[in-house]
């Protein structure tokens, strides 16, 4: 499966991403791959500024950077798990 290129992004426009965006960018950075010594590939890919691996300044930064903002969004429970408690 081809995962879907990941950007990074300034932090006035992960602001105005809608939460859903926001937990969906969240979820392809922990989908890429640790570092190059990782990769299957069977040379370098090309630096066109893609985030692609963890072990990396700018995906530390992108990760710290959405984190920030969900931090910022109002937590809504799902319907049907208002009754439960936390510990099950």
Same mark, same amino acid.
């Given at each position: 499966m081809k995962r879907k290129p990941i950007f990074p992004m300034l932090l006035d426009e992960l602001d105005a991403m809608p939460t859903r965006q926001l937990?969906?960018?969240?979820h392809q950075l922990r989908m890429c791959i640790e570092? =190059? @010594?990782?990769?299957?590939?069977d040379e370098p890919p090309p630096d066109n500024g893609q985030i692609r691996y963890k072990q990396t300044d700018e995906w530390r930064g992108a990760y710290r950077d959405v984190k920030a903002? =969900? @931090?910022?969004r109002e937590h809504v429970?799902?319907?049907g798990r208002e009754g439960k408690s936390e510990d099950g």
């Open positions: 937990i969906g960018r969240l570092s =190059l @010594e990782h990769d299957d590939l903002v =969900l @931090e910022t429970r799902r319907k």
